[in-house]
């Protein structure tokens, strides 16, 4: 028969023809990223994971045409070792000063790390974070904020970059774009420190019935916009946010980014402070439901997700960009102000039915929402696979055809196919969980087995509700999340076989300082 050969003869030419063209074959599989992370987003907190209390509609179409991981996980449960793995691909225990960072932190990664920023620019992307940062700035000595802010971002691995430089409980409340704290006076310098700089400054204590919110516990240093913060700063009146637009200024300058660079391909790392403490959404948010500030900061966020897919859709982007939505740790009620999260709760779980939140290794703790949508690439589905925002490293490196380099992100799995939803595609096969720094803390994952580990024999906020609740614990717990998923029937001393071999598992894990 003739025809068949000259039908694929035809079929390759025209595939020869497509790879040339903008937007097709090669750059179709070097697609726009764009990794959202939300700041203390539980696994509950979202409607299509569960939440009823109010309802998440863009998060909610973006799991329905993407794929919704019911077993996806940030690494740690709080918020700078989470971001050190993201960006380093390493478990963050295995880094120095890799804990909650102070204001004055100095940069955690060092200049010369391979990061997912670092690989992804080597392949051409422009590559850029928005919004919350958290792991440092400036050499040795910390950040020099009236001058330029580095190394930073932009020494490993960013293009640019237009952040809140520490959290937002944290001082000091000001910008930073590529280097510098824009619209900072020279006459009024920007002072941080973790003293009081004068008898008479007005603090969270000294000042407490003028505040607009009260704090609860920590929180009571430096007054900004009516609300006492963690720290004390003085000066910079004129580059000082407030709150209420944190969340429009990430919109606004995500947008231009990406319109900038729609020919792409481009990497937006889209770091939210939402829903962090103190939970101030703006005024057109405020009341948006029935639960007070927490979920109406879930709402506000839901709306800066919407903003962004509707600005791919209006650039014709979707489908050659792919968007990652995670979170950066489990969730918390009370973190500091008394915004009436607990009261206002009613049946809202925001762990879903998992034990434990921020600051926790129960899976409540590290166990986040995980979406990944690519229109026209990715099938819409559901996936149980074991999948970490740490992998991304890896598994983004795959997907722009840059090869991991031996001695990089030595904890991050190429689980590409899974992120993907391709069929029959693998996650991992084990996770570390922690909760903060290197203290001793673990949870490892292991199929439906998991241990807990707890050199200090303490745990904090087991019971979300409960919450800052610094409980009692043997030092090794274990549990079979299949029959157990809120970790209640410690299963240590009934399967000693099991516990022997976790235990060994995650020593050989921490002391030979790479799992990949
Ligand atoms: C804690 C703060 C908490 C929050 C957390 C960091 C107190 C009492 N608590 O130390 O409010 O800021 O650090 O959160 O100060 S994270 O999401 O950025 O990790
Ligand atoms: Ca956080």
Redesign the pocket.
């Known amino acids: 028969m003739k025809s068949k050969p000259l039908l694929r003869r035809l079929l390759l030419t025209l595939y020869g023809v497509l790879l040339l063209l903008p937007g097709v074959g090669a750059f179709a599989e070097k697609p726009n990223i764009i990794v959202i992370m939300a ?2 987003l539980g696994y509950g907190d979202v409607s299509c994971y569960g939440a009823t209390a109010f309802s998440t509609p863009n998060i909610d179409k973006l799991a329905s045409e993407g794929q919704q991981f019911m077993s996806g996980y940030c690494s740690a449960s ?3 070792p989470t971001r050190y793995s993201l960006l380093t691909g390493t478990y963050a225990f295995r880094g120095e000063r890799t804990g ?1 960072a102070p204001p004055n932190s100095p940069a955690i990664i060092k200049p010369g790390t391979e990061t997912m920023p670092s690989l992804l620019r080597r392949v051409g992307y422009k590559t850029a974070v928005v919004g919350k940062w ?1 792991l440092g700035l400036g050499g040795p000595e910390g950040p020099d904020w009236n001058n330029d802010l580095k190394p930073g971002p932009l020494e490993i691995g960013f293009d640019t970059c237009f952040l809140l430089p520490t ?1 937002n ?2 001082v000091p409340q000001v910008y930073v774009k590529d280097h510098r704290v824009p619209n900072l006076d020279p006459k009024d310098p920007l002072w941080v420190g973790n003293k009081k700089p004068s008898p008479d400054h007005p603090t969270g204590q000294t000042h407490r019935d003028t505040l607009k919110m009260d704090w609860s ?3 009571n240093s430096t007054i900004h916009n009516g609300i006492s913060r ?1 720290g004390f700063y003085t000066g910079g009146e004129a580059a000082r946010f407030r709150d209420e637009d944190l969340a429009d200024k990430w919109v606004e300058e995500s947008v231009k980014f990406i319109e900038a660079n729609k020919d792409g391909p481009f990497f937006l790392f889209f770091a939210s402070h939402d829903i ?2 103190p939970r101030i959404p703006h005024e057109r948010f405020q009341g948006a439901t029935e639960l007070g500030f927490r979920a109406d900061s879930i709402i506000q966020f839901d709306w800066c997700v919407g903003e962004l897919m509707k600005t791919l859709d209006r650039l014709k982007m979707a489908d050659n960009t792919l968007i990652v939505f995670c979170s ?2 489990g969730p918390v009620m009370d ?2 102000y008394k915004d009436f999260a607990l009261e206002k709760l009613g049946k809202h779980r925001a762990a879903g039915q998992y034990t434990g939140g ?1 600051y926790s290794v129960y899976e409540g703790g590290t166990r986040t929402p995980l979406i990944t949508r690519w229109k026209g690439r990715i099938q819409p589905g559901v996936s149980d696979e074991l999948v970490c925002t740490i992998d991304l490293a890896a598994s983004l490196a795959n997907l722009a055809d840059q090869p991991m380099p031996e001695n990089a992100c030595l904890d991050s799995m190429d689980v590409l196919s899974a992120f993907l939803g391709e069929t029959g595609a693998k996650g991992r096969s084990h996770l570390v969980q922690q909760d903060n720094g290197n203290n001793g803390t673990f949870g490892l994952r292991v199929g439906d087995w998991k241990l807990h580990r707890y050199d200090k024999k303490r745990a904090r906020n087991v019971v979300v509700e409960k919450q800052l609740a610094n409980t009692q614990v043997p030092q090794f717990q274990l549990f079979n999340l299949k029959d157990d998923p809120t970790e209640s029937k410690n299963l240590a001393k009934s399967h000693p076989e099991k516990l022997k071999e976790l235990k060994s598992m995650l020593a050989d894990l921490i002391a030979k300082g790479r799992s990949r």
Do not use: S
């Open positions: 700041d203390d709080t918020c700078t909650i958290h959290t409980d944290r516990h920590g929180h963690i962090h403490v950066d740790n973190d500091g921020k």
